[in-house]
């Protein structure tokens, strides 16, 4: 076969295009720090890419998820840690008015503060957080803005909430209830209590009818233990999902780092490399460019 110089010329042109495309890689494979920078470059590395960061993405929304657990849990157990020292207080003031020795005046002063202490465990029971009531079921915004626990002044109890559960999503199938029940401490029943207590005070009832409440209060105490004690069990789990959660985090993050990011001590010793034959390729291009004939006919 003839070969011409054209041809010599045509190949040396094509090949030099070959390096530049190469220098290019690598170039763009140092200053961005990926083995790829467009689908057409692996198809295959983008499309695993894709699954890796959908599934980073994902665990990543698991542990916003849990942290909105962990607020609304931490709320729900400071709530009811409150709640038990109001009811711990009023246990003490029905045994105080129940041993004979305080006269009416001191009752009635007794029921004042029963009175204060069950306005306290109302605003309890309508504690927000994050603009959310979260002792009112799903109903989180209240009835048009109003509280979900109201009491009137005749002590007539209304509650405006509902007993479903929230559930939120902490890792790819399983889900976890971070609200109490409404009907586990803040009841109709508490507040009746309350009320009749501070009554009782005010109107001279005898020893043993005041004693009476202790019981009553040692009951709403005992639902209030029962109700931490279920919320804590399910923080020492919502603890374990974390922890797999963060687990899982870091392998998807791991796995998505070896599909995409670029070795880069390989890389810079590739472009090295390629920029060396480079240089060799357009010095043995300019010795295929011979002079021609036509270069000595003038």
Known sequence: MRVTQGMLNGNMLRNLSNSYNSLGKYMDQLSTGKKINRPSDDPVVAMKGMDYRTQVKQVEQFERNI???HNWMDNTDSALDKNQKALERLRELAVQASNGTYEEGQRSNIASEVDELKEHILEIANTKVNNKYIFSGTKTDGDGGDKPYTVDENGNFNFEGNQETVNIEVSSGS???VNMQPDEVFTEELFDDLTDFANALRQGDNDAAIGEYIGKLDTHINNNVDARADLGARQNRIDLIENRVQEQAVT???????????????????LTSQEAIHRAALSAGSRVIQPTLLDFLR
């Open 67 to 69: 942290g909105e657990v």
């Open 175 to 177: 889900k976890i209830t």
């Open 252 to 270: 998807a993050k791991d796995m998505m780092s070896k599909n995409e990011d670029a070795d880069m001590e390989k890389v810079i010793m590739n």
